[in-house]
T-cell receptor, first 112, second 111 residues
Framework: DAGVIQSPRHEVTEMGQEVTLRCKPISGHNSLFWYRQTMMRGLELLIYFNNNVPIDDSGMPEDRFSAKMPNASFSTLKIQPSEPRDSAVYFC??????????FGSGTQLSVL | RKEVEQDPGPFNVPEGATVAFNCTYSNSASQSFFWYRQDCRKEPKLLMSVYSSGNEDGRFTAQLNRASQYISLLIRDSKLSDSATYLCVVSGSSNTGKLIFGQGTTLQVKP
């Protein structure tokens, strides 16, 4: 199994630009999570999906952030426009219901 | 109050020491509890689940105290390779699937 696949691994962009992060969950997993990690705030849950449906997006910081899951094998997290304070590592994770949570390798985002 | 709280440490211990971490959670309806380990610049990985009766996996022991709403992780005979950040994870209310991570406790095991 390839595991959870995230792309890109690193993203450097300028303030105001649109950023799109991508995630392919493990086949057969029905829950997908987006987390953001910074030194100051630790690992924060942004949004999660069950069976492609967003269940809780209360962690999404602002309207600049949006996430979609058009099918069971793909999800995106978009930031538009990006700001320097969005710089962080963004993790995608997936699991079967009540099962073990598997993380992708993360996307290191730097907004200059 | 944060939903899941941990002492960030760092905990600096010599090899062979026993070290314990605690984690408190605010949602009394939480049903599932885990400990994850995260190495520097890597993704978190499951260390062990935490069961109501307590459970052990080699040198690691996890316990749950529902009345006081905390979970603990005990590491015996610490190894250099145990150096990492240990993350406490708590589920939301039953059937929501939501998983909340603590900020993590950093452990540094020294020779």
């Amino acid at each position: 199994d390839a595991g959870v696949i995230q792309s890109p691994r690193h993203e450097v962009t300028e303030m105001g630009q649109e950023v799109t992060l991508r995630c392919k969950p493990i086949s057969g997993h029905n829950s997908l999570f987006w987390y953001r990690q910074t030194m100051m705030r630790g690992l924060e849950l942004l949004i999660y999906f069950n069976n492609n449906v967003p269940i809780d997006d209360s962690g999404m910081p602002e309207d600049r952030f949006s996430a979609k899951m058009p099918n069971a094998s793909f999800s995106t997290l978009k930031i538009q426009p990006s700001e320097p304070r969005d710089s962080a590592v963004y993790f995608c994770a997936s699991r079967q219901t009540e099962g073990k949570l598997f993380f992708g390798s993360g996307t290191q985002l730097s907004v200059l | 109050r944060k939903e899941v709280e941990q002492d960030p440490g760092p905990f600096n211990v010599p090899e062979g020491a026993t070290v314990a971490f605690n984690c408190t959670y605010s949602n009394s309806a939480s049903q599932s509890f885990f400990w994850y380990r995260q190495d520097c610049r890597k993704e978190p990985k499951l260390l062990m689940s935490v069961y109501s009766s307590g459970n052990e996996d080699g040198r690691f022991t996890a316990q749950l105290n529902r009345a006081s709403q905390y979970i603990s992780l005990l590491i015996r005979d610490s190894k250099l390779s145990d150096s990492a950040t240990y993350l406490c994870v708590v589920s939301g209310s039953s059937n929501t699937g939501k998983l909340i991570f603590g900020q993590g406790t950093t452990l540094q095991v020294k020779p």
